[in-house]
T-cell receptor, first 116, second 116 residues
Framework: GAVVSQHPSRVICKSGTSVKIECRSL??????MFWYRQFPKQSLMLMATSNEGSKATYEQGVEKDKFLINHASLTLSTLTVTSAHPEDSSFYICSARQRLSTDTQYFGPGTRLTVL | AQTVTQSQPEMSVQEAETVTLSCTYDTSESDYYLFWYKQPPSRQMILVIRQEAYKQQNATENRFSVNFQKAAKSFSLKISDSQLGDAAMYFC?????????????FGQGTRLTINP
């Protein structure tokens, strides 16, 4: 149980285009989902916290107009990187917190974004 | 704000031996969770072990155990009988138990190599 999927696993896009990444909790309801960014050989950096049905809370320094987050249902959150540039190339990871659980986040397998 | 520090960027151990990964944290809170996550080459984050601060007993999960020293704000991970599959990045993480607190604070990570 407690499986989180991400799609796509890898995406390559041209500079200036937008890319959408999906995060799904497959076998549980997630009231809260989190989006992280991870640079090579570094730790996870929290970008935003997404609660179902409400606006995401962004961490300091993260552009909310650049990284659009939607959490429309208890099993799906999306991250859209708008007008992507090469510096947005990174590994993006989502996690979900189970509705009836208070302490454990389950992570998706990540999405590698490459912007040319 | 809480911080988590992993002072060992890299560690190596001989297969079947025991290794201890260090983690210290800084907080003014009295109630919180501590976690160890493993990130193998696949990049999938996997929960290894969890400790609740109000519990004095150290958490154990098969070959994995922690040494939780609340006064010293130390939370080390011991891996016994190391196996090749244990090779990964290991991240220590903190989460407050205050109502509404949701995000994990990660350490910088320790890369563990298992020598056959």
């Amino acid at each position: 149980g407690a499986v989180v999927s991400q799609h796509p696993s890898r995406v390559i896009c041209k500079s200036g285009t937008s890319v959408k990444i999906e995060c799904r909790s497959l076998d549980f309801q997630a009231t809260t989902m989190f989006w992280y960014r991870q640079f090579p050989k570094q730790s996870l950096m929290l970008m935003a916290t997404s609660n179902e049905g409400s606006k995401a809370t962004y961490e300091q320094g993260v552009e909310k107009d650049k990284f659009l987050i939607n959490h429309a249902s208890l099993t799906l959150s999306t991250l859209t990187v708008t007008s992507a540039h090469p510096e947005d190339s990174s590994f993006y990871i989502c996690s979900a917190r189970q509705r009836l659980s208070t302490d454990t986040q389950y992570f998706g397998p990540g999405t590698r974004l490459t912007v040319l | 704000a809480q911080t988590v520090t992993q002072s060992q960027p890299e560690m190596s151990v001989q297969e079947a031996e025991t290794v201890t990964l260090s983690c210290t944290y800084d907080t003014s809170e009295s109630d919180y969770y501590l976690f160890w996550y493993k990130q193998p080459p696949s990049r999938q984050m996997i929960l290894v072990i969890r400790q609740e601060a109000y519990k004095q007993q150290n958490a154990t999960e098969n070959r994995f155990s922690v040494n939780f020293q609340k006064a010293a704000k130390s939370f080390s991970l011991k891996i016994s009988d190391s196996q090749l599959g244990d090779a990964a990045m290991y991240f220590c993480a903190y989460r407050s138990r205050f109502q509404g607190a949701q995000k994990l604070v990660f350490g910088q990570g320790t890369r563990l190599t298992i020598n056959p």
